[in-house]
T-cell receptor, first 115, second 114 residues
Framework: AQSVAQPEDQVNVAEGNPLTVKCTYS??????LFWYVQYPNRGLQFLLK??????LVKGSYGFEAEFNKSQTSFHLKKPSALVSDSALYFC?????????????FGKGTRLSVIA | GAVVSQHPSWVICKSGTSVKIECRSL??????MFWYRQFPKQSLMLMAT?????????EQGVEKDKFLINHASLTLSTLTVTSAHPEDSSFYIC??????????FGPGTRLTVT
C-alpha cells in the first residue's frame, strides 16, 4: 500500500526566511513524488515532481524538493519565503509500477508566511 | 502542460435536486479520470476512477447510486450528485494524466446544497 505523511498541520515562517514543508512516503517499489499547492477555493497547482535522476528537483515559484531514498522523504523547500506563498501544500506519491492509478495524497500542510 | 477544465466552478442547489459536474481534458485524450472530494481544510479523498467506455470504479464507502459517473468520450467525464443533501456540500475536483508520472487537476467545483 502507498501512503504519504505530512507531519505538520501548520508551518509558520517569517517573510524572507527559508521554509521547509516535510513529507515522508511509503511505497512497495520506487516512487514518483509530487508537490502541489492549493489556494482558497482553487484547484491544485503543480509545483514539482521527482521521477528519476538528480535528487534535487527545482520547481515553480522558486520551490525545490530533495528526494532522500534512505529516509523516504521528499521535503519541500524555498530559500526565502514570500507572503504570497501562504497556502495549503500537498505531497503525493505514486508507485512507478502501479500504472495510471490515482495519486495518494498527504493530509496537507498549511503554510503561513508572516510579513 | 495539459489542461483539465471543470464546469461549473460554483453551484448552489436546493436539497433533493441533482447536479451535474463536467470534467474535460482540453488538449489530450483521457482514458482515465479521477474524481476527488475535499472538505474544508482537509485533504483530497478519492471518490472514484472513471474509465472511458466502461463503468466507474468507486472507492469504499462512496455510494454509486448517489454519485453517478459517466465517461462517454475520451475528453469528457461527468459526475452527477443525485438527490443532493446539505452534507454533499463540498469541493469536487477531477484529474487526469497522460502517463504514470503526470497528473493534471481541474480547477474544482464548489457545491453548496441548501
Amino acid at each position: 500500500a502507498q501512503s504519504v505523511a505530512q507531519p505538520e498541520d501548520q508551518v509558520n515562517v517569517a517573510e524572507g526566511n527559508p521554509l521547509t514543508v516535510k513529507c515522508t512516503y511509503s511505497v512497495s517499489g520506487n516512487p514518483y513524488l509530487f508537490w502541489y499547492v492549493q489556494y482558497p477555493n482553487r484547484g491544485l497547482q503543480f509545483l514539482l515532481k521527482y521521477i528519476t535522476g538528480d535528487n534535487l528537483v527545482k520547481g515553480s515559484y522558486g520551490f525545490e524538493a530533495e528526494f532522500n531514498k534512505s529516509q523516504t522523504s521528499f521535503h519541500l523547500k524555498k530559500p526565502s519565503a514570500l507572503v504570497s506563498d501562504s497556502a495549503l501544500y500537498f505531497c503525493a506519491v505514486r508507485d512507478r509500477n502501479s500504472g495510471n492509478t490515482p495519486l495518494v495524497f498527504g493530509k496537507g500542510t498549511r503554510l503561513s508566511v508572516i510579513a | 502542460g495539459a489542461v483539465v477544465s471543470q464546469h461549473p466552478s460554483w453551484v448552489i442547489c436546493k436539497s433533493g435536486t441533482s447536479v451535474k459536474i463536467e470534467c474535460r481534458s482540453l488538449d489530450f485524450q483521457a482514458t482515465t479520470m479521477f474524481w476527488y472530494r475535499q472538505f474544508p481544510k482537509q485533504s483530497l479523498m478519492l471518490m472514484a476512477t472513471s474509465n472511458e467506455g466502461s463503468k466507474a470504479t468507486y472507492e469504499q464507502g462512496v455510494e454509486k447510486d448517489k454519485f453517478l459517473i459517466n465517461h462517454a468520450s475520451l475528453t469528457l467525464s461527468t459526475l452527477t450528485v443525485t438527490s443532493a443533501h446539505p452534507e454533499d456540500s463540498s469541493f469536487y475536483i477531477c484529474s487526469s494524466g497522460l502517463s504514470s508520472y503526470e497528473q493534471y487537476f481541474g480547477p474544482g467545483t464548489r457545491l453548496t446544497v441548501t
